[in-house]
């Protein structure tokens, strides 16, 4: 079975771009979840999707937005990029968010310059 | 305020000896998670745990409910143990909560 597949694995943008992120759960995962990991404030929950809609979201500001498509794929956008949105961004599927393990991606790594 | 406290940050072991990292919480849990990354990022979950006590070849969790407290154990640690491991919480409202880690280094 395939894991969970992140792309792209790097990107560098430049501030006020935007930038979207994809993550493709393992087959028959309904949830996706998102992910923020910097050295500064460690590992932070961006926002979770079931079944195409966001079920639960993190602390972030309205620039984060994802999406979940009818296959469970799931898409980041970060609008208008700041230096301090560099980090790695991590993607994490499971059957059921709160009940069942977490399978996370490889990330992608976001530098803003 | 952190909800999910780890201890320790660091952690230098031999190879062989016995290891034990701490997390506690303060919030209300559905789950507690024990996750493990490499150098490079990969984030790889180890134990998803809400009551007593899993095991898995030489990794032991146990959480106590009432306590707000979890522990990773090592036995017989290795080299290649040596990595951040991370304690998250899911809590009873929804949101997702991560320790700071802790980096292992098992000498060989």
């Known amino acids: 079975k395939a894991g969970v597949t992140q792309t792209p694995r790097y990107l560098i943008k430049t501030r006020g771009q935007q930038v979207t992120l994809s993550c493709s759960p393992i087959?028959?995962?309904?949830?996706v979840s998102w992910y923020q990991q910097t050295p500064g404030q460690g590992l932070q929950f961006l926002f979770e999707y079931f079944s195409e809609t966001q079920r639960n979201k993190g602390n972030f500001p309205g620039r984060f937005s994802g999406r979940q498509f009818s296959n469970s794929r799931s898409e980041m956008n970060v609008s208008t990029l700041e230096l301090g949105d560099s980090a790695l961004y991590l993607c994490?599927?499971?059957?059921?968010?709160?009940?069942?393990?977490?399978?996370f991606g490889n990330g992608t790594r976001l530098t803003v310059t | 305020k952190n909800e999910v406290e780890q201890s320790p940050q660091n952690l230098t072991a031999q190879e062989g000896e016995f290891i034990t990292i701490n997390c506690s919480y303060s919030?209300?849990?559905?789950?507690l998670h024990w996750l493990q990354q490499h150098p490079g990022g990969g984030i790889v979950s180890l134990f998803m745990?809400?009551?007593g006590k899993k095991k898995h070849g030489r990794l032991i969790a146990t959480i106590n409910i009432q306590e707000k407290h979890s522990s990773l154990h090592i036995t017989a640690s290795h080299p290649r143990d040596s990595a951040v491991y991370i304690c998250?919480?899911?809590?009873?409202?929804?949101?997702?909560?991560f320790g700071t880690g802790t980096s292992l280094t098992v000498i060989p």
């Open positions: 998250a919480v899911s809590s009873t409202g929804n949101q997702f909560y």
């Open positions: 919030v209300g849990i559905s789950a």
């Open positions: 994490a599927s499971s059957l059921e968010n709160t009940g069942s393990p977490l399978h």
């Open positions: 745990l809400s009551s």
């Open positions: 087959s028959g995962h309904r949830s």
